[in-house]
């Protein structure tokens, strides 16, 4: 029997899972949910719900934003805590966690994001640090597991897209093999419902300093509100259905994004499966998943396998990853990712003006 948990950072939640292999058939035993200002403001809350299960924990894998190499969290430098967040001086909020999980001595490991995987050729990797991050990877666990447990097949043979569409951020994951060969993260992506998604480089120049906020800000709900920012995205939908103007507007680039990134997927790796996973927010939503199956017509989408939970994808993918990291059944998943196999930093292959790299301490 393994005992595994995993945890999921989203920009609105944190999730919590615990997996039970015991008897060979997976079951989650605790799922749990929080605001992530709360665990912002008290980070031991993820500790006080992973105990509160009141057995040994066998494996636990936590959020690592965009990521490092597989490593045991007391294996974590400063330098890993910089590039998980990117956030020169420390002390972000999942460094925080991660450091009251270390407190407790649980058997648990931080995990790649997509840029490190040996299985995404180097090229895709050019300028590019956010090709999905560890959480994604997480996801794409889930999809390989739904997969295998739909059509009764080995991990090797499965192929998909994965699209994350969430409070904040969109994220795309091309599958094939069983791993995962191909990624666009949110701040690469087209509009993401709280993030303005990839940046037109003279809109950038005209912006002067641009900052983390602003990637992280700007998208349909800014653009639909006017740029007051006062507006959900079930509101959103509302006003759409309803044919007011902006948001309608909004609303189809939003969608139409979505096509093509996904469409981008196929098309560079050659993904001849049309099976399309959608997960996040946004697709739950009836009038985004409407659009969504409009415009993706060739596709079959489908949700993943959260094992009869209302958990988060990649919450439930992080639990897979800690059981198959220590021998549980789904170690032939694992394996197959090669997750083992990562290396290098998320800033390689990345161009970054002697300035730049002298803003956030990095050594020529």
Sequence with gaps: MVLSVGVDQGSVS??????DDSNGEPKIVLEKSFSTKFVKERPSVVVDTIFSLGVKIDSLVLPSGFGTRLKHIWELTSEDFFEMSLKPGGGSSLER???????????AYVIPAVKHLPTVPAHRKLNRVDLGTSDKV???ALGVYTQMKN???TPEETEFVLAELGSSFNAFIGVKNGKIVDGVGG?????GIGSRGCVDGEVAALMGEFSKDDAYSGGALYLASAGNGNMSVEELAVYAEQGHERARLVCEAYVEGVVKDVSAIIAANGISSTELFLSGRIPRISYFNE???????GYTLLGMDRMGSVAKEGAIGAAIIANGLVGGVFKPIVDNLSLDKAAGHVLDYVHLPPKARSRVGLRD
């Design 138 to 140: 997480c996801a794409a």
């Design 291 to 297: 659009a969504l199956r409009s415009k993706l017509r």
């Design 151 to 153: 059509k009764n097949i």
């Design 97 to 107: 966690v991660i450091q009251a999980v270390k407190n407790t001595g649980v058997n």
């Design 14 to 19: 944190y999730d919590i899972v615990a997996i």
């Design 187 to 191: 701040t690469n992506s087209w509009l």
